[in-house]
Each structure stands twice: as C-alpha cells, then as structure tokens.
C-alpha cells in the first residue's frame, strides 16, 4: 500500500488502541499515541517528568487550572498551550515523513485535516463492551473512570480544534467494536482506503 496516514479517535475503552497496533504490524510502520508526549516534553525542555506530562496530557486549559491559584493556574495554561502546539508540530513533521503513520488521539485528525493522504476514523463502543474489557484491560477501573477519562479527552479536543469530538462529518468512518472483533476492524479500515483510492483513480481516468 502506498504511504498513508491514518488518524484514530475514539471511545475510551472501546479497543481504539489495539486497533492501531494492528493496524501498525499489517503496515510495518509506526503509530504515535503518549510518544507525541515524550518528544515534545523533550523538545521544549521544560523539566516535567515525562510519566507527569503524559498524566496531563489531556488536560484542558481551564481543567489544568483546576484549584491552584492564580498564578499557577495561568502557568500550567501556559504550559499546557505550550505542549499542544509542540505535539502538532511533530505530527504535522512526522506526516512529511516517506513513511506511512498512524496517529491514536492528540486531535491529529483536525492538524492533518487538510491533506489528501489522511484518512480518519472513530471507534466506539457500546457500554456493555466497554464495562467488560474494564475487567480484561483495565483492571481497577469501572464505566464511570473510562467515563470521567473520554470527558477529559473531549473536552481537550474540543477547546483545542472548536470543532465537536465524536462529530461524524469529522472522519472518513466511524466503527461500532461492540460486536465485531478488533481485526476485523482494523481490515474494514484498510479495506475502507483501498476502495476509496481505487474510486479516486476512476474519476481521475474518467471512468
């Protein structure tokens, strides 16, 4: 398959991540998820401890202010305000890349909206689904944590793009996992850029 950038969101729980190192093996290439948060952490040398910065990661500038006060509040914006343009610039870097990539969350399908090589899509999950795998995958947490976290996430994407998390004019597709397995999955998003290529090519020729 010729080089192609694949975004991912999705529902806290709903196996987005599993799908993404699927994903990765069946294109030999890399995916980006808490290492976007380790480069720019690195990048900006801004003493955090990178298992800190992943922690808040996901922080929303009014979320980040939370009860420090006022000083430090303005701080941890700035720093958080810091960080999100540092992991875009490496997203949009590492798209420029030869190589094929996939991005799981950090609103990378809004920073790489405007190219043609992007395909995005949205997992998500029915609560029964993801009430289970909080006993397989997430042992000590319930709905209401996986809950409280996709909120988080949410409310990141939200201030950071202006645009609506989960919003399906936002992705090529989105997934429902809650009956399907993980693999096929990751196939149907495969066979999902394979068709619609194969149909940009048909107008190109005038078919």
Not at 80 to 98: C, F, G, H, S, T
């Given at each position: 398959m010729e080089k192609t950038l694949i975004t991912i969101s999705r529902q806290f729980g709903s196996g987005g991540r599993e799908i993404a190192e699927i994903l990765t093996k069946k294109l030999h290439c890399h995916h980006y998820n808490s290492k976007l948060v380790e480069m720019a952490a690195q990048n900006l040398h801004n003493g955090i401890h990178i298992e800190e910065a992943i922690a808040r990661s996901y922080h929303a500038p009014e979320e980040a202010q939370g009860?420090?006060?006022?000083?430090?509040?303005?701080?941890?914006?700035?720093?958080?305000?810091?960080?999100?343009?540092?992991?875009?610039?490496?997203?949009?870097?590492?798209?420029?890349?030869?190589?094929?990539?996939?991005?799981?969350?950090?609103?990378?399908?809004?920073?790489?909206?405007?190219?043609?090589?992007?395909?995005?899509?949205f997992i998500y999950a029915d609560d029964d689904f993801r009430s289970a795998r909080c006993k397989t995958k997430y042992q000590g947490m319930t709905l209401r944590d996986l809950n409280r976290e996709e909120n988080r996430r949410k409310q990141y994407y939200e201030f950071y793009t202006g645009q609506i998390w989960g919003e399906p004019t936002n992705y090529d597709l989105m997934i429902n996992t809650s009956s399907i397995p993980l693999s096929v999955a990751a196939d149907t998003i495969l066979a999902y850029i394979e068709y619609k290529r194969a149909a940009a090519a048909r107008v190109v020729c005038g078919e």
């Open positions: 009860n420090l006060d006022k000083y430090e509040g303005r701080e941890r914006i700035v720093e958080n305000n810091r960080m999100y343009i540092e992991q875009a610039k490496i997203i949009l870097n590492l798209a420029e890349r030869p190589e094929s990539a996939i991005f799981l969350g950090r609103c990378a399908d809004y920073i790489l909206r405007n190219r043609k090589d992007v395909f995005s899509f």
